[in-house]
């Protein structure tokens, strides 16, 4: 299986992008995962800003599906059904830190929350890699500590 | 305020005890931490691990609020109202790797749910710790880039 993860600019944050190393690193047997870290837009124009990588986003790959906490809220289990139902291919997109454009909304397949709570969009990066994990090892009846 | 944190056993993912170590810290100015971790239990009998460190749970502080996935879901917002609302003093309990007994379910003041979906318990001490330091930032109209 196929994973592309769209999102905008490096992980910053140390402890999380070590994180995501540990689960793209666990995620190898089951599933190929490429990153494409679209150009983060700088500045104080947050509106132009969200445009400008919405555009980057588009461009990148469709279709795709939209990390959203106003999107379908979906338990683990129904998460690795989700997956499933997509092979051999899935795309996510995961919002900077100033969210998405309306274009970006609109143009989703599909709209998945991870909680009803706000997350920092590198933090939704690491939550959505250990989520991608656990289909796995759902989708493979693996064991996985919890 | 006070916040009591109870779990059982240390954080042993290096990148999760990195960022708990980062909330921990970015939360001083508006809250006193305080961490029970819990004798852990090992071993295969994991009805009997759960009711032991349910035990230690129950010992500890009183009244708590469970995380629990089958709880409530807030919003980052409801959940800044909901430590306002429980000020001066608040406790949360986070299971271990095999949950909590029912004795720990019946027993808490109220359930909150990070997420329909099942994070690994380390990952919900570092995700609870950023909600609070994001509930702060909402209670104290701070900017906080996510």
Not at 59 to 83: M, N, Q, W
Request: proline fraction near 2%; glycine fraction near 6%; include cysteine.
């Amino acid at each position: 299986m196929k994973i592309n993860l769209i999102w905008a600019g490096k992980t910053k944050e140390q402890f999380l992008l070590d994180g995501i190393r540990k689960y793209e690193k666990l995620l190898k047997p089951y599933a190929h995962i490429a990153v494409h870290e679209i150009k983060e837009e700088k500045g104080t124009d947050i509106q132009r800003m969200v445009e400008k990588e919405g555009e980057r986003i588009l461009k990148c790959r469709s279709p795709y599906v939209l990390l959203d906490d106003k999107g379908k809220h979906l338990t683990s289990v129904e998460f690795a059904g989700f997956i499933v139902k997509n092979m051999p291919e899935i795309t996510f997109v995961i919002g900077g830190a100033y969210g998405v454009s309306d274009r970006v909304k609109q143009g989703a397949q599909d709209r998945i929350a991870l909680s009803r709570m706000t997350f920092t969009h590198e933090m939704t990066r690491l939550v959505l890699l250990e989520q991608l994990f656990r289909a796995f090892t759902i989708i493979h009846k693996r064991s996985y500590h919890h």
